[in-house]
């Protein structure tokens, strides 16, 4: 459907929509190679287990979630985002999942300089809730969505935070990108697993309670850092969104997730002459993608 020599402005609507644009790195053949691969595989795995090589860890072809299913819980990322790759494989799982986490976007390689796979996970309790702990499976859903159609972009700095604009909780939305990685939250619960190591040294060594507050001393620091990191980075993506919203005003949230962080940086910082001239001077495929599919709605006037 979208791999003959004649793409058209509807099928690059169509590619958009589905979570699939194209990175800096990658041609319009290599962009749709990817787009084949991705959905030739997905529909392969409607058939059959997917094991990973040397190890236990199986995708169970009954578990996965049906695209009528990612559709209904995906309509977060569409309304918020135009995102809905609802051909992702996602499988209802536990194996592999850190504690207390709903669910997980995760993109590997076969080889070293294989294609990319990407598929995620859902936590089982969703089989039959609605709701666990804090999270519904719709707002898991659309955060991982939003990890997955963004993975090719090979970004870190913003992924939390943008995925966790869609959330139905202010606290979260807020505070949700303070983890920016994997290893954060291990830093994070190692600090205060710290505390709990210290105090129960004082109960043994009543002498230690004066340096009580030397167990709190590494969870303060680390938190306050993340803070700190959290607002520079929900600062800097205010500005990318004030930028975009001058000539966009209707689709700079849907043009922001779709750049990469040094993009994100850069528009932010942009005067108001040059944001035009960035948006008609991005190059490769990339810029012919997003041109056709996104036009500006206001001049910018200096």
């Known amino acids: 459907m979208f791999m003959d020599s004649q793409i058209t402005e509807a099928q690059y609507s169509d590619l958009n929509a589905m979570g699939f644009f194209p990175s800096k790195e990658e041609s319009r053949d290599s962009f749709f190679e990817r787009v084949k691969h991705s959905l030739d595989w997905s529909e392969k795995l409607k058939n059959e287990d997917f094991r990973f090589e040397e190890s236990k860890y199986i995708l169970p072809q009954q578990n996965r979630l049906s695209s009528e299913e990612l559709e209904a819980a995906g309509l977060h990322a569409k309304k918020a985002y135009n995102l809905l790759p609802s051909w992702i494989p996602a499988y209802y799982l536990n194996q592999g999942l850190p504690l207390l986490t709903g669910g997980m976007a995760i993109h590997f390689r076969s080889e070293k300089e294989g ?15 609605k709701k666990w702990i804090l999270y519904t499976a719709e707002e898991i859903v659309s955060h991982e969505m939003c990890h997955i159609s963004r993975g090719p972009l090979h970004s870190t700095r913003y992924e939390e935070n943008l995925a966790y604009k869609i959330s139905s909780s202010p606290v979260r939305r807020y505070l949700g990108g303070a983890l920016v990685n994997y290893y954060d939250s291990f830093i994070l619960l190692f600090s205060l697993a710290f505390i709990f190591l210290f105090d129960f040294m004082c109960f043994f060594s009543p002498s230690l309670m004066t340096f009580q507050w030397c167990g709190k001393c590494p969870f303060m620091i680390i938190l306050t850092l993340g803070l700190i990191r959290n607002h520079n980075i929900r600062r800097e993506l205010k500005a990318a969104e004030e930028k975009l919203k001058l000539i966009f005003p209707l689709n700079y949230r849907e043009i922001l997730i779709r750049l990469d962080d040094q993009d994100i940086l850069n528009v932010g910082q942009l005067s108001i002459n040059g944001l035009e001239q960035w948006w008609h001077d991005i190059p490769c495929f990339r810029g012919e993608f997003l041109r056709n599919i996104y036009h500006p709605e206001s001049p910018v006037n200096p």
């Open 115 to 129: 294609p990319w796979f990407s598929f995620f996970q859902l936590k089982e309790v969703f089989k039959n809730k």
